[in-house]
Structures are given as C-alpha cells and as structure tokens.
C-alpha cells in the first residue's frame, strides 16, 4: 500500500487524466491532484449537483519497486524499500520470510503523473549488513529496458516517469558476497599410493 494522505472528506468518485493527475469527487466539489502525492490541492468545480461518481478513459502510469534476492548471508536477513518524491515518503515495504528470488513485498503498485522523477532506495532491516551483498538496480518500462537506460549499483536511484508507457518497475538485486568452498584431502602414502 502507499502512505496515507490527507485529501477530501466524503470522496465517492476518482479519476485520472492523461498525464496521470488525479481527480477526487465529492458531492458537488471536484478537486484535482498531483501525483504521487497528492500535493496541490487544486479546486475544479464546486458547482455539481451531488455528484456520485468520476469516469474517466485515461489510466495513469503506475510504478512498483521490487525486491529479487538471489541468496541470503544469513537466513534471516531482511531488506527495506521505499519510494520517495522529494522528502515526501510514498509507499514502504520490507521483505519477510527466507526465500530467494523475487519477493511478495513490493511497494506499488501506485499511479503517477509523467514526467515526475522519484527516488528509491533500499536498507537493512533487522540488523541485516548490506555490506555483505552485491547490489544492484534496474527500472523497466512496460517490461522492457528504459532508454536512456535506468540501473546501476548501490542501494539508491531515481526514475523519471516517461511520457509513454504505463508500468514502469524498479528492482533492487542482492547477492550475497560470500561463497560455499568444499575442500577434498586425499592422503597418499609416501610412493604416492595407497590413496
């Protein structure tokens, strides 16, 4: 889920335009909103007569930002993501469980205008030591690679929403720094038999 922002009171109806700027209806009154956010309060109309429903043919772009693990230090080993506009905290999620591979908890989900660049980052939880573990991040769109390309290494970055498209998804990767070495002894005799 996204964080929770304070918006309307009585709302009954939602929409979206073009650019993925968001509409809230309530009664008589339809205010609009800038996405992801929910900044910029902007009345459009107070003048309906009780409006109980927005339609609209136009869908947001959305993004999600996503955990793949492909091992863990220790299997207890957690990691947090969030997503940020500004200082302005979106959506957090933080890893449960010991599996590998990409994980169920994401952030997003969520719609947003194009054009906004946000930032992502990723942390620790639960005393786990990200210095142990390779990181690495990539933002597709749509399923497929971004141009100009969004990846890179560490543990934060940040997207620009395009102008075309509609699901942009950003991955964190983890890989452990740490190998599995089995050491085999074979004793010979000393005329080199006897094995």
Sequence with gaps: GSSSFDTAENVNGVAFDASGKAYLGASSTVQSFDMPSWSNKSTVTSALSSSTDLA????PATI?????INGRVSASDQFSLTLSDGATTL?????????NGLQDDRVGPQPTVRGKTLAFSEAGASGTDLTNYATTYQCTIDGKAMSPAVSGSGTS????????GQAVVCQFTNSPLIAQVNITKTVLDRNGANA
């Design 91 to 99: 959506g957090t999620s933080t890893t449960t469980g010991s599996s």
């Design 64 to 68: 999600t930002l996503e955990k793949v």
């Design 56 to 59: 609209s043919c136009s869908s």
């Design 157 to 164: 970055g940040t997207v620009t929403i395009p102008t075309s």
